[in-house]
């Protein structure tokens, strides 16, 4: 049973930066990798980053690509997302994921078994 928290959302003024965190809580744990997803207001869940557990091998939307770096710390079950260069488009509701096998591509949402209870992250014009 994993559990996942997330936090570092906020306010930020555009071309500004944030760092999110998600904390996996788990006797054990070891996924094949985990993602971030996101979800503005009216809009539907898109994925933004990945990385694999064991190598920190990362794939990203081109969305975020070059502003975005995805990061673990597989001894304290942390994934990391640091935002630089924030747009108001990025403004959204962002969630941790685990995706505990490959099958479904990284992706797509339905590939994830965990997912936080999100942070908002609002960034102004």
């Known amino acids: 049973q994993v559990q996942l928290v997330e936090s570092g959302g906020g306010l930020v003024q555009a071309g500004g930066s944030l760092r999110l965190s998600c904390v996996a809580s788990?006797?054990?744990?070891?996924?094949?990798?985990m993602g971030w997803f996101r979800q503005g207001p009216g809009k539907e869940r898109e994925f933004v980053a990945y990385?694999?557990?064991?190598?920190?091998?990362?794939w990203y939307a081109d969305s975020v690509k070059g502003r975005f770096t995805i990061s673990r710390d597989n001894a304290k079950n942390t994934m990391y997302l640091q935002m630089n260069s924030l747009k108001p488009d990025d403004t959204a509701v962002y969630y941790c994921?685990?995706?505990?096998?490959?099958?479904?591509?990284?992706?797509?949402?339905?590939?994830?078994?965990?997912w936080g209870q999100g942070t908002q992250v609002t960034v102004s014009s």
């Open positions: 994921a685990v995706r505990p096998a490959t099958g479904l591509g990284y992706w797509l949402a339905n590939a994830y078994s965990n």
């Open positions: 788990a006797r054990t744990f070891s996924p094949s990798g």
């Open positions: 990385i694999t557990w064991s190598g920190g091998d990362t």
